[in-house]
């Protein structure tokens, strides 16, 4: 079975500055997709990025970006210019390409609960 | 907005009792995905319905039960309560059987007194 681990309970960064929020993930699979996902107060879950294992260019939305390195399965978020709206708990996620089981499903990471400050 | 509702938002009852957490997906998504989000098992695949019929079952309890219905709006049905189910269900979809991005409705928070 598929495992996500956050390490970083709570990070905390200025206004403006950039943070990167950390992701681990442990699989058997060459194929499969990875998320990150916002939840701010509202409990809302919106998506932020997607990454396809099967390409090497990093995926980037904006201000975001992921580093994904497939062979030390690795997969961490970077925010650039941070804003008070980014504040929120984020939760990494994996998702199967397999067309068995419950291989659809979203596997998530514990979460980290980001703070921005002025 | 993701286009996915969700009613009610939020739900007070008691134990031994039933309700019925409605979702519809984005317009065009065949998948229906079910989630739990409780403060000591984080967020729980339940089970996942594609155009109408059950595809996967993940940690779903027996007195929980689904189903998605031919307009695919979904019904997640939770009988004789218990104090711990209370927690965030959170239903999503998707267009596509397997793979594929899943987009979130704003959840129904259920508490149970």
């Known amino acids: 079975a598929q495992t996500v681990t956050q390490s970083q309970p709570e990070m905390s960064v200025q206004e403006a500055e950039t943070v990167t929020l950390s992701c681990t993930y442990d699989t058997s699979e060459s194929d499969y997709y990875l998320f990150w996902y916002k939840q701010p107060p509202s409990r809302q879950m919106i998506l932020v990025i997607r990454?396809?294992?099967?390409?090497?260019q990093n995926a980037t939305e904006n201000r975001f970006s992921v580093n994904f390195q497939k062979a030390a399965k690795s997969f961490s978020l970077k925010i650039s210019d941070s804003q008070l709206g980014d504040a929120a708990m984020y939760f990494c996620?994996?998702?199967?390409?397999?067309?068995?089981?419950?291989?659809?499903?979203?596997?998530f990471g514990t979460g980290t609960r980001l703070q921005v400050t002025l | 907005d993701s286009g996915v509702t969700q009613t009610p938002k939020h739900l007070i009852t008691a134990t031994g009792q039933r309700v019925t957490l409605r979702c519809s997906p984005r317009?065009?998504?065949?998948?229906v995905y079910w989630y739990q989000q409780s403060l000591d098992q984080g967020l729980q695949f339940l089970i996942q319905y594609y155009n109408g019929e059950e595809r996967a079952k993940g940690n779903i309890l027996e007195r929980f039960s689904a189903q998605q219905f031919p307009d695919l709006h979904s019904e997640l049905n939770l009988s004789s309560l218990e104090l711990g189910d209370s927690a965030l269900y959170f239903c999503?979809?998707?267009?596509?059987?397997?793979?594929?991005?899943?987009?979130f409705g704003p959840g129904t928070r259920l508490t149970v007194l």
């Open positions: 999503a979809s998707s267009v596509r059987v397997a793979g594929g991005t899943q987009y």
């Open positions: 317009s065009g998504d065949l998948s």
């Open positions: 996620a994996y998702q199967s390409l397999s067309n068995t089981g419950t291989a659809s499903k979203l596997t």
């Open positions: 990454q396809e294992a099967y390409k090497q």
